[in-house]
Every structure is written in C-alpha cells, then in structure tokens.
C-alpha cells in the first residue's frame, strides 16, 4: 500500500516536545529508577530486554494486535518452545522465563505448568512422588496444570463436585464428574497444552467423604498427546483477554488412577483405606503460601499501571488541542482537567510500587517467625495482602482505563497499548479471591482487633493494630490534640507535614472501623449486612498501609537525597487523592476529632496544588519507571515521541492493507460483497 | 469433540430457579414492556427478531466470539449486502435496517455513509448536488464516509490541516494533506468501503482563508474499486471494538475535484472566485442537529444498559455460592454486596429509558419552536444533551462493567455476552465530544444562568432555570422551611416524598453551581481551573433532569396503574444511588439548608432498605425490559437459564475444539511446539 513517506508531523514535533520535557528534570532519573524499581530488578529488565530484541522473529510482540486467537496460541507456543530450549541449553534460568514473560505481556501457554503445577507438587508430594511428577515437570517431559476451578464452582471450593473414590480391589482411585457443573473450568494450560493436572477432588474411602484433596492424573498420552480415556478436555474459548493461554475444561467419565496418585502431604491411604492425616501440620501455615501469591498480585500491580500511566504522560504531553490564538495549540497535560486525572495516578503508581519493598520486607520477617513457629504476625500480614490485592488490583486496572480515556480516540486504537492490556489484567480483580469477596477479609480483621482492644483482650501489636489502639488512647495518655494532631491547624498546614497525613488517613479507617464495630455490637448488624461499608472500610486501610510503607521507602534515602523533593510531592499527592476521594468520611469524624468544612474544602485546593506542581516532572518520572518500549507496545507511549510516524506504520502493516494478502482480501471484499452493492440493481431503496 | 451428553447441571437447577423468579411477579410484565419501550419500538424490535431468525446463515451472531478481525469484516459485507438486498427488494425498509443493527450488536461495515455521509449531503447540498451525490447515495450506488478527524485533530476541528484550494484556471480545488498529522483518521467505512467521502477542509480561494468547509471527494474507482490517483486510503487497524467496521486513514496529494463539489449551504464560490455566504442562515440552527445527535446518543444508553443488567440478574440469580450448611447454595443476588451493585443499574436503566421519553418530547417542542424562529429553548437543550450524552455514557458503559464483574470468572469469557459488548459501546465516552470536555458545556450554562438570575437579567425559563430561582428564591416568597423541604424531616419521611427527592437533587446542583459561580466571580477562577469541579456539576445537574423526566414519564400512568408501586421503588433507587454517591455534597450545604449527620447516613440506610425490596422483582424487572436472546448473545443472560449448557456448546465449538478444523491445529501444535518440548533433550533444567 502506498504511502507518502515524506511527510512529517505538524510543528511542535512531537520528539522535540518530548525532549524538552525531559530537560526539566529536577532529579536524576537513573538514580530515581534504582530507587522505585531496585537494582535487581533493573537488571532482570535488562537481561530480558536483551534476550527479546536478539529474537525478533519469536519475541517481537508488534504483530499481536492483527491476530486471531489461533495465531496467538502459536506465538504463544513458539514462545514457550524457544525459552525452553534456552533453558535446556543453560543460557537463560527459570527466574528469566518469568522476566521474559512480564516483558511480552502477555500470558504463554504453558504459564501455569510453572505458577500452579510445579509448586503444588513441590509442597505437596513425598520424596517417591517428587520422582514420579516433580522432576518430569522441572524438565517439561510432563506438562501440568491444577485443576480447581469448575464450571458451577469457583471461591466455595468446599461445595466442588469432582470425585475421586477409593477402589480397594484395584487399589486405585476412580475420578468422576457427576454432573455438568462438576466440569472443570477455566484451568490454564489445559485445553490444549497439560498430559498432566493436578485435580482437587472430594476423596471418598470406604464410602466415607474424607474431605477435598489433590490428585494426579494423567490426561494426556504423552505418545500421541490424545486425551486418555474417559478424559473429555477442551479449550473453554475465546476470552476478554489471555487469549494467548489455553485456558480448559475437563470431564472425567470414571477415570481410574493408582492410589499413590493422591498427594501425601496433607492426608495418605492405605492399601487397606485407612486414612490418615500427618500430626505436625499446622492449618496456619497455608495461609503464608495465599499471603505470598497476594503479596506478589499486590506487588505488580504498581508496576502494571506504570505502564499506563507512562503512555498516558508521554502521549498527552505531545498531544496538542486547543490553546490561544496564533499560538501553537497547547498539551493536553496542561490542562487542569487532564492533570487532575493523569497526575494522581502517576504519584499512586510510585506509592504502589514504594509500598512493595516495604512490604516484602515485612512478608520476609513474618516468614521467618513463622518458620520459628511464631504466628504472631500472621494475621495482620493476611489482613493486609487481602486488602492490598483487592485494592492495588482495583487501582490498576481502573488507573489503566483512565490512561486510556486521557488518550482520547487514540486510545481506542490496539496501537495505543492499554486495550488488551487492559483486558489482561482485567482478572485481577477476580484471581486469589474476588476483590469484594476480599474486603471482608481484611475488614473481619480490623473489626475483631478493635472489639478485642476494647475489651481489653491481650492483641498482637502491629501497624494496624497500633494505629487502632492508639487512636483509642487507651491508656489516656494524650490530650486530644496531642491525639487528633490536625485540630486547629489549616489545610496548608495538615498538608505540609506528611506524618500529619498519616494521622489523618490512619484516624479514618480507625473511624469507619469504629462506626462499623458499632453497628455489629449495640445493633446485631450480620457480616453479610456489613458488606457493604467493609468495602470503604478494607480500602481506607489499605490506603494508610500504602502511604505508611511507602514512607518508609522514602527514609531509606539520605536526608540530603536529589529525589527527597519530587518524592515529597508524590507522597502528598496519593495521600490527598486518598483522603479527597470521598470526603464525606471525613465530615464524618465525631466531634472530639472533627475536621471542619474550611480544612476539607481546602485539602482539595491543596492537591489541586501539588498535582501542578508534579505535572512539571511528570515526563522524567515516568522515565524513572523504565518501562521499555517492548512493554509499551505502544504507538502513543514511545520513548522517542514519534507518535504519528509509528500509528501510520502499524496502520499499514494491517493484514488489510497489505500488499499480497491485503489485496486478496480487499479483492474478495469487492468481488462478492461491495461490488454487487454498487452495480446491484436499484429498486425502492429511496428514504 | 467427544463430551458427555448426558449430563446435567446440579440442582437446584438454574432454569428452574429462574421461573421460580418469574413466578413473583407483582406486575404485568407486557404492560411493563409497553411503558418502558413504547409499543412502537416493540413493533420494530420484534420485525428485527423475526428477520434475523429466518436467515441465521447471514444473521446469526454466535459465531462472532471467536473471529479475528477480517472475519468479522466478512461477516459485516455479508449482512450488508443481505440487507440492502432485501431494501431494494422492498422487504426491509432503513428504518428496519437500523433495527437489524441494533439487534445484531456491532457497527456494519457501510453504517456511516447511513449515519453521516446522507445526513451531510441531505443538509448541505443544493439541489443539483442532490442529484449528483445524495440521490446514488440512497440508492447505494454510491458509498460513503464523513472525513473530518485527522491524526493529529479532533474536538479542536479549526486547527484541521487538510487543506482545499481553489484553482481558478481548471475551476477545481485541490485538495492537500500538507502534513502526516493531517491525515484523515479514524474515519468509518473509509478503509475498505467507500467510494466517496464528505472531506472537511480549510478553503483557500485567491490566496485567502475562508473557513472549514466540506467537500465531496469520489476517492475509489466504480469500475475497480481502487484509491483513485493521489489519494491514499486505508483501515487504521485494529480496535478495542468496532472490528466489524472499516474505519480508516486517507491523504491527499493534490487531489483535483470540481468547484461543484463544494457543498453549498453554508457558503459557495463562484467561477470567478468570488465567496458569497447565505443571509439567512441562523448558526444557532446548526446546534439543533448537534442536541439531536447527543440527544439519540444519551437516550441509546439506557438500552445498553439493558442489555449489562438483564445478563447480571438472570445470571446472579441463578449462580450460586456458599450459604449455610446442608443447604442448597445462596443465589448471589441474595447477598447485600451483589445487590447493592446490581440493583442501583436496573433502577438507572428503568431511569434512563424513561428520561428519554420525556427527553424527546422536549427535543421536539424545541424543534418546533425553532422551526418558528424561537429559540428560547436551545441554550437548556444544548446544556441538557451535552450533559444527558456525557452521564449516560459514562452511566452505561461503567454499568456494564459492573454487571460483568459480578458475573464472576464467567463474565470474562466472551460468551457472557459483556466483553465485546463493553468494547464496542466503550467509545460513546469520546463521541461527539470527550465525557470531559462536555461537562464544561453543561457547566457553563448552568454558571451563566446563574449570573444572570443575580443580576436580575431576563433569562428564558426552563426546567434548569426554573429551579435555580426556586432555590434562589427571588423574589422571597417561601419561608426557609417551606424552601428547604427536607428541613426537620427524617431519612425515611424524605424519601417517602419523591417530590423531597427532586427538591434535594435540584438544590444540590443549584448549591454546587453557586459554589463554584462564587470562585468564578469573587476569586477569578478561569474555566479552565472550573473544569474538575464542572464534572460533579454537571453530572449533578443530568441526575436530577434523569429523575425530573423519569417522573414525568411515570406520571403519564393511572394513579391505580399496577405498575406504579414497583416504579415508584425504581425512582426511589436511583434518587438515592445519586443522592448517595458523594454524601458529601450533603455535608456542604450551607447553614440554612443544611442536613445533618443522621440525615445523609439515613438516606444510605434507606437505599439499603429499597434495594431489597426491588432485588425481589428483579427478574421480572429485566424480563420486561425486553431485550431478545439475540441481543444478549450470552450463556449467562438466557431467557431460558440454561446457562450451563450453553457455555460447553459453545466451548465445544471454539475453532481449536471442532473436529476437522480444531483436529487440524491441535496436531500442528504438538508437532511443531508440545511434541518437540515433551520428547526434547533434558538438558539443566531442574530449578
């Protein structure tokens, strides 16, 4: 198709906007990276970056937005066959897979052989079935998939309705699906991919339900890769996103495995069907494994919304509309009301990705106790990885969005980058527990800490509960205004100190904890019925946690830092937007604690404030984030600026409009469809 | 692919639960139907069904879910064509066609040269222009395309660059793309349809700027169907949605046409070069087309929602999950947080649907008006429209988000039925004016209005300023008490008035306007930095027209109509989802209309209280809504509940699952990536 390929973009160029806003930088923007991203995962980056432009041919993910699902299978299939080889001839390790990965942005086939199936067994079997399963997997000449999930089940694992019934004569277990909704569903690598999964089950024994286990069963010949009798597996079809990913379902007609099948960790049979279950296991310690697997969902998602936030910021600071006359038009990011939009994501996205150091390091501490047997920490560390998944997947996904709309009609385009990004991040929201579900979780938490601290119970003492107590004051040993440290004070002057703002946002979750609690005691009010304000609720702690760790982060700095100012304002900035979101919490805080209507009012004039002031930095410290153009896959979001230049490039590489297979289709298009429509004959068509 | 056939879903079992649901019924369902959508859109909804049912070989949607984007664009022209076919054949006449459409749930590839390229030639040609291009036009002899959006341009059209000069010696213009930004973009049924195009160009004649005008531009051969010379045309690429449709790019290198082709309404230019612009052409009437377009847009909204919610009920209705022991599982609609987020969209979409009735009924009464050379009612109709398009947008396309959400897992398959739907209904945020940039218009009517009423100037009275006096109260006639109804009154005994309703959503938009009039006039704030409080305004002000219009529509029933209790709870719903969204715009009414603290956390007690109520007819609700299987496309959303069967039919006919097709690529994936991976060479791979 041709193309003139002389023209250039109106003045201002888009590149030398992009440049000039770079030239403001007011901090080092390397140094910056090693701070918000760590030198480890800098490097990773860059390993991975490396590894992807040497392959063009395989890893270039440019040409995904033309395809259909079966071409994006195959790339995905290519993908995985390549890295394994890689990783056969020892040049890339399993820790790279990951970092590749996250760097085409998409999920691969045979993704959840390594994140599902290949952990499970490593906690789950004994040393004789490591040998039969494990090392197969390590080596991919098995390929699994955990099976969970079914068609008509999803969180109440407890109501699943596969079986697996112990046959004495046979010493075997016969897995069913009694009925449609029994199928598994949803289970990635397997409707094309797994010869193996791992099946949770209803494990019956002599007739007796012993509770939900897991099996191994194999699915697949590993000759023919034909699914073995009784085995009826399948793709589930065309998805919002992940489309890459085979995710399946399966149907079990009465399919026979040997008894040694069944995971030994939590529960063994015997050749006779006694059952018993090992004495040193502590339910507890389960909770670590859902912990982490939040924790790493909550930890990405500031690094997701990096990449939106870093097309949105370069896209709109060399889009132009509007402006004064003669003048050239203006930015759209100098528009107040694009600001507003844009900046608080990008300061919420160095929170979110602050916040995760500071949380890993607390994740590692709680391991460790808990590795020593001490639990004390347990609970907060699950109350807090509920609400972080919940909220940070939340925040992301509609952050995204957001940097799509601030795009305007390009934004709509694939070329933009944020469409099936954002579909694939989309089930977020619904992985490890739905986010609604989850807020009860945490919320349960906060609600059982303050009835315990009321009633004078002894509590384990952590930020959380801290911050409850000492907004309790009990024992009285502040005034209340040593307690509520913004009374008297100006907005400007609540705003100037960011421990006051931690004051601020820790009193307000203490605050709605507190008119819930009530509810529940003096009115008898169900969790059910508390559903509802436990969704505010788990966020305004999440959003304290947030702020707290991501203080945190900052101290580390030296005091005499170059990036302590522009961390400062971002800092104030989440802060704001989190306490600006609804303010009618607080106009809510009872009298001993209130603010009044001049401090709220001028909150909001004080973001309005600094969100102008970041907007100046805004290109470097997106910069700052690294986000390489391979993860941005954007027309919009490029590095060098060249907007305009690269949406016509990836425009002409439409299959449509190419030459050869563009022009067959446009010539059968014509032929049998447009062509009749034009020369057809005119009969009463008129209006 | 081998599957099961016998098997069924557990109980209890989803369609019989769902005509258990149907059993409550405290209404007629017909008569619902009937004042919701108005017997007419009935009539037409069921010829589109019964159409689209006789020919499933052209109209069946099912198998859109798993096609890339050239087979929908395939599938479009064939509906196109069949369509046109039948036109001509008299069968089906445009009116039906738009029917067809909407029932079909994506844009058609030739749905622009119906929506712009005729509209466009109907008002601006002259009569000899009609018979040139709006006559084939008609006819489909011809297609074409409204050009106006280049790469680099949109909301902003007088920084357009495409450039049309006239050339005296040839008595032609030549038509320029002097720039890559002034490409035309996103342009529908450009990329591979038409053959003709309303091109806007900035006019030059004798060295001098005219303005922006439009052209026609025949730009594809009729006898091959390709670009004519200089001109270089085609499809931007993929999308987020809209695939089935060719939107596309087109440059001008020197493009000759006949002065002829400049469209001459508004202006025309004689063989000499003289410019003459009609007398007696009021620009005002130009913002009447403008209302008309947003006012269809808004109004199309509640329809979508529809279609979000009627699959959220049926499908929460049905699903099951957790509950108490020994029992069946809770249908999720009964627990408080699904209903809390799916009641509130059936209550808007009942609101919405009936705004528009009432919505039209003004749009024509102003029409009438300007017809006579009145327009004392334009000024609110332009407010109202932009905002009506801004917040039903945003409403449907956030609502059916929603709707998907509590769908679970299920809702991001495709085969919920929301996902290409969220898509394609996604870029109504953008059309005819960004969301965000609509709100100023609103705004500044709702902020001049104001002003005016202060100074004592004459001010046409409408719905909007009518309740800006009221509240302003001059001349003061009302006692504080009767001004300020809810004054000493509780939550309940307010929302027992729908009237207090409407007086507390009027006042809160009135007390924002004053609010932000007041920075504006005392403090200077430029419009710019009033556009973040403009959005609140103005989607303040579009609730309490939604609930004013809503009202009047419900007002029109008996006073014994069966229907008026279920639709005084919808009204209640919505009023208060409103009144709830940001108590604290409660909290900042100034002294004398102040509510206090148990008032506006009453007001959320209430809401709970009538979401309740109406999750019970919620079934009904939707079926009397009205949306055909057809529309749904949707295993969740079946009218017959059979959701589990129809999710593994139509997983079994996923292209890799088909026998044949499916056989084909399952073994050219093991070939080419399982097989190799599986029987490869173990090299280091152990972790």
């Known amino acids: 198709m041709k193309f003139s390929t002389q023209l250039v973009p109106m003045k201002n160029h888009t590149a030398e906007t992009l440049a000039n806003e770079r030239s403001k930088a007011s901090f080092d923007i390397k140094e910056m990276d090693v701070f918000i991203n760590g030198q480890e995962r800098i490097n990773g980056r860059e390993k991975a970056v490396s590894i992807v432009r040497a392959e063009p041919e395989t890893f270039d993910q440019k040409d995904v937005y033309y395809m259909g699902r079966t071409e994006m299978l195959e790339k995905g299939y290519k993908q995985e066959k390549r890295m394994i080889e890689m990783l056969r001839e020892g040049k890339i390790t399993q820790t790279d897979i990951g970092l590749i990965s996250d760097l085409l942005g998409w999920p691969t086939p045979f993704g959840l052989t390594r994140a599902m199936f290949i952990p499970t067994l490593t906690q789950q079997c004994n040393e004789e079935q490591k040998k039969a399963f494990l090392e197969p997997a390590l080596d991919y000449r098995i390929i699994g998939c955990y099976a969970q999930t079914e068609a008509g089940h999803g969180s109440n694992i407890r109501s699943l309705e596969t079986t697996a019934t112990f046959i004495e004569e046979t010493d075997e277990f016969e897995i069913d699906s009694p009925?449609?909704?029994?199928?598994?569903?949803?289970?990635?690598?397997?409707?094309?991919?797994?010869?193996?999964?791992?099946?949770?089950?209803?494990?019956?024994?002599?007739?007796?339900?012993?509770?939900?286990?897991?099996?191994?069963?194999?699915?697949?010949?590993?000759?023919?890769?034909?699914?073995?009798?009784?085995?009826?597996?399948?793709?589930?079809?065309?998805?919002?996103?992940?489309?890459?990913?085979?995710?399946?379902?399966?149907?079990?007609?009465?399919?026979?495995?040997?008894?040694?099948?069944?995971?030994?960790?939590?529960?063994?049979?015997?050749?006779?069907?006694?059952?018993?279950?090992?004495?040193?296991?502590?339910?507890?310690?389960?909770?670590?494994?859902?912990?982490?697997?939040?924790?790493?969902?909550?930890?990405?998602m500031g690094r997701l919304l990096a990449k939106g936030v870093t097309v949105a910021v370069r896209y709109t600071s060399v889009r132009r509309q509007f402006g004064e006359p003669g003048k050239p038009e203006t930015p759209v990011l100098d528009y107040p009301i694009v600001q507003y939009r844009v900046i608080p994501i990008l300061a919420k996205t160095y929170a979110m990705?602050?916040?995760?150091?500071?949380?890993?390091?607390?994740?590692?501490?709680?391991?460790?106790?808990?590795?020593?047997?001490?639990?004390?920490?347990?609970?907060?560390?699950?109350?807090?990885?509920?609400?972080?998944?919940?909220?940070?997947?939340?925040?992301?996904?509609?952050?995204?969005?957001?940097?799509?709309?601030?795009?305007?009609?390009?934004?709509?385009?694939?070329?933009?980058?944020?469409?099936?990004?954002?579909?694939?991040?989309?089930?977020?929201?619904?992985?490890?527990?739905?986010?609604?579900?989850?807020?009860?979780?945490?919320?349960?938490?906060?609600?059982?800490?303050?009835?315990?601290?009321?009633?004078?119970?002894?509590?384990?003492?952590?930020?959380?509960?801290?911050?409850?107590?000492?907004?309790?004051?009990?024992?009285?040993?502040?005034?209340?205004?040593?307690?509520?440290?913004?009374?008297?004070?100006?907005?400007?002057?609540?705003?100037?100190?960011?421990?006051?703002?931690?004051?601020?946002?820790?009193?307000?979750?203490?605050?709605?904890?507190?008119?819930?609690?009530?509810?529940?005691?003096?009115?008898?009010?169900?969790?059910?019925?508390?559903?509802?304000?436990?969704?505010?609720?788990?966020?305004?702690?999440?959003?304290?946690?947030?702020?707290?760790?991501?203080?945190?982060?900052?101290?580390?700095?030296?005091?005499?830092?170059?990036?302590?100012?522009?961390?400062?304002?971002?800092?104030?900035?989440?802060?704001?937007?989190?306490?600006?979101?609804?303010?009618?919490?607080?106009?809510?805080?009872?009298?001993?604690?209130?603010?009044?209507?001049?401090?709220?009012?001028?909150?909001?004039?004080?973001?309005?404030?600094y969100i102008k002031i970041a907007r100046e930095q805004a290109v470097p410290l997106v910069d700052a984030l690294g986000v390489p153009d391979e993860k941005l896959n954007s027309s919009l979001g490029r590095y060098d600026g060249h907007v305009y230049e690269d949406l016509i490039k990836r425009a002409l590489n439409e299959p449509v409009n190419r030459d050869g297979t563009g022009d067959e289709i446009r010539e059968r298009f014509y032929k049998n469809y447009i062509g009749p429509v034009l020369h057809g004959k005119s009969g009463s068509t008129k209006l």
């Not at 991919?193 to 494990?203: G, I």
Request: proline share 3%; charged share 20%; glycine share 8%.
């Open 179 to 300: 009925t449609l909704t029994s199928t598994k569903w949803w289970i990635g690598t397997l409707g094309l991919s797994a010869t193996h999964a791992v099946v949770m089950a209803q494990v019956y024994v002599k007739g007796k339900h012993v509770g939900l286990f897991p099996l191994v069963i194999q699915i697949r010949s590993l000759k023919d890769h034909k699914p073995l009798p009784g085995v009826h597996v399948g793709d589930i079809g065309p998805k919002m996103g992940y489309n890459s990913i085979d995710n399946g379902f399966m149907n079990f007609d009465k399919v026979r495995v040997p008894r040694f099948n069944l995971l030994q960790k939590y529960i063994s049979v015997s050749r006779t069907g006694e059952v018993t279950r090992p004495a040193n296991i502590n339910s507890r310690a389960s909770y670590g494994t859902m912990v982490f697997v939040r924790a790493n969902i909550a930890s990405n």
């Open 353 to 609: 990705i602050g916040m995760s150091h500071e949380f890993f390091a607390q994740y590692q501490k709680s391991a460790d106790l808990i590795s020593k047997g001490d639990f004390s920490m347990l609970k907060e560390m699950h109350a807090v990885s509920c609400g972080l998944k919940r909220w940070s997947s939340t925040q992301a996904i509609y952050g995204v969005d957001t940097c799509r709309h601030v795009c305007g009609g390009h934004g709509f385009s694939q070329f933009s980058g944020l469409n099936d990004f954002f579909a694939t991040i989309y089930p977020n929201i619904i992985f490890e527990g739905d986010n609604y579900v989850l807020a009860k979780q945490t919320a349960m938490f906060l609600a059982k800490s303050a009835m315990g601290l009321a009633k004078g119970e002894e509590v384990d003492m952590n930020d959380t509960t801290r911050t409850i107590k000492h907004f309790m004051n009990r024992p009285a040993v502040l005034t209340e205004k040593e307690l509520f440290t913004w009374t008297g004070k100006t907005a400007a002057e609540i705003v100037s100190s960011n421990q006051l703002l931690l004051d601020l946002l820790g009193f307000k979750f203490v605050a709605m904890n507190h008119n819930m609690v009530v509810k529940i005691v003096r009115k008898g009010q169900s969790w059910d019925d508390s559903s509802i304000e436990s969704q505010d609720l788990a966020s305004a702690h999440s959003e304290y946690i947030v702020c707290l760790y991501f203080s945190r982060h900052i101290a580390k700095l030296p005091q005499n830092s170059g990036l302590r100012p522009i961390l400062d304002i971002l800092f104030k900035i989440a802060a704001l937007s989190f306490l600006n979101s609804n303010p009618a919490e607080l106009y809510g805080f009872n009298k001993a604690s209130a603010m009044n209507r001049s401090q709220i009012v001028g909150l909001q004039a004080e973001y309005i404030k």
